[in-house]
């Protein structure tokens, strides 16, 4: 186990992870066809070893195979890691059909992560997606029951709003949401960071290289895989990558002066903003896995940051993150 990774602690929940997770969900599922199993096993067992502890992962994932993946990759670790899953999807004959957060669901998505997860407890159980149709007071008391029962520890939100964030709270005391946020994906700062810090919650940040865009080598003519959720995005046109180039400039400068990467440069802007927010970039390549890692060891001064700030208010993001149907019923 490799010890220069830093460890966070996520809110007031005592709940400690690597200070860079693993996002594993484009192993299985959202880049095109899924990753060589036997190598994904491999490059998991390399975080375990880069001092990762945090693995992320979904049933919606696949459906299903993502959880097998990474429950068949950290047996081995079976208490030195941390492993986040959800749930809050409906699945029928292998296809997300919608949301669904009713009790009996979320109790029978519990055993079943379990077993496929291979452990005794699940680590920390995240809501997916908040379900209109379901009073998030009783998602909460649902989570609740599974604690108590042993068979979960931690509560978790996904992309929720600050008001949802604090009801479900006051039922079980919620130890993270897991949103987008990057330096291009800054919707939650205005309202949900501050409820997250006055309630002791931490953030795990998803997509902290904006689905690879901000690494620096997706450029306007790049192509992508058949079944890569990229074709899709509004951020990700052509045009739009061309007009969004600006900012991988601005990060290109940065990196020079600190003798890094783009990426580097990305993660540790995420790292950067507060000592409870864990990123989580994902990748199926080892030297990207350690350029990633190694942006922990980035420290992006008072100036740094100011010097960010200011250029990046000056470029405008073209496109948005999703599109309107994906921002009502997506699993990402």
């Not at 400690?16 to 491999?42: H, Q, R, W």
């Not at 990305?266 to 950067?272: E, G, P």
Request: with cysteine.
């Amino acid at each position: 186990m490799n010890t220069t990774m830093q460890k966070r602690k996520l809110g007031n929940s005592g709940l400690e992870v690597s200070a860079i997770g693993l996002g594993c969900m484009g192993m299985s599922f959202g880049y095109g066809p899924a990753a060589d199993k036997n190598e994904m096993i491999t490059l998991i067992h390399k975080a375990v070893e880069q001092g990762i502890t945090f693995f992320d992962t979904a049933e919606v994932y696949g459906p299903f195979v993502n959880e097998e993946l990474v429950g068949e990759a950290l047996e081995p670790f079976k208490g030195e890691v941390v492993i986040a899953t959800k749930f809050g999807f409906n699945i029928q004959d292998g296809k997300m059909i919608g949301v669904s957060s009713r009790p009996e669901h979320i109790k029978e998505v519990a055993e079943a992560s379990l077993k496929r997860l291979r452990v005794d407890t699940l680590d920390l159980f995240y809501q997916h997606r908040v379900d209109p149709n379901v009073p998030i007071e009783e998602v909460a008391g649902a989570v609740k029951d599974l604690i108590r029962e042993g068979k979960v520890k931690h509560f978790g939100l996904s992309e929720a709003g600050a008001n949802t964030i604090r009801r479900a709270h006051a039922v079980q005391p919620v130890t993270a949401l897991q949103s987008e946020y990057s330096i291009w994906t800054r919707k939650y700062e205005a309202e949900v960071l501050p409820t997250l810090e006055e309630l002791g919650i931490g953030f795990v940040a998803f997509s902290p290289l904006g689905k690879g865009f901000l690494a620096g080598k997706i450029d306007e003519n790049a192509t992508f895989a058949e079944g890569d959720i990229r074709n899709m995005l509004p951020r990700y046109t052509q045009e739009a990558r061309k007009a969004n180039q600006a900012l991988i400039d601005l990060l290109a400068l940065m990196a020079e002066k600190k003798n890094a990467t783009p990426a580097q440069i990305a993660i540790a802007w995420v790292l950067a903003q507060k000592p409870w927010i864990v990123p989580i970039p994902g990748t199926t390549k080892l030297h990207r896995l350690t350029e990633n890692n190694r942006a922990a060891l980035i420290e992006l001064t008072t100036g740094d940051l100011q010097e960010i700030e200011t250029a990046s208010a000056q470029i405008k993001i073209v496109g948005e993150r999703y599109t309107e149907q994906m921002e009502k019923s997506t699993g990402l």
